[in-house]
């Protein structure tokens, strides 16, 4: 939920107390979970990836994949894998690899997993790559601007800095 720290106070009895105040309704849940103890985090609000920006990604996509004679989905799947801070990469046993790989390739075309192994026995270590569903607004141009790299390569004309800036801030006029 979309939220702002306001204040950080040392109470009486020596613990700190955060005042935060949300966007959304939090009445609910305050209810299921006042005085109990919980686990939460915080993390830096991003904006998620507009849908225009996801469409001209789209259509950069189509234009490669007949240049290159291959499938929009190969497009798609080899761009995640060239731009950072999309992926994560973990340690798991061998023998839980293929229930992990058909889990994660069910969220999208773009949730894709690559086995690059290890040196302890049993075990392996795979990057999980996220697909573009789940970016935010740098992910998503860091994305666009690999395939406009790829689609110049080519010859295919793309759109301007100007209107490429305009799709990706697009979502954040919405909410400001």
Do not use: C
């Amino acid at each position: 939920m979309r939220s702002r720290l306001l204040d950080l106070a040392l109470s009486i009895n020596g613990k700190q107390r955060l005042t935060i105040e949300l966007d959304g309704d939090f009445r609910e849940q305050f209810e299921k979970f006042k005085d109990t103890d919980t686990d939460f985090s915080i993390k830096k609000f991003r904006y998620k990836r507009s849908l225009d920006a996801n469409a001209y990604a789209w259509v950069l996509i189509g234009k490669i994949a007949e240049a290159k004679h291959i499938t929009k989905t190969e497009v798609y799947r080899n761009a995640i894998r060239e731009i950072g801070g999309v992926s994560d990469v973990i340690s798991i046993k061998k023998a839980a690899v293929p229930r992990l790989q058909e889990e994660w390739n069910r969220k999208g075309i773009g949730w894709q997993i690559d086995d690059i192994g290890s040196k302890i026995p049993g075990w392996t270590n795979v990057i999980l790559y996220y697909g573009s569903s789940s970016y935010d607004t740098s992910q998503m141009a860091d994305l666009i601007d690999s395939l406009i790299q790829d689609a110049k390569a080519l010859g295919i004309e793309t759109r301007t800095p100007e209107e490429i800036n305009s799709l990706l801030e697009e979502y954040d006029r919405k909410y400001e």
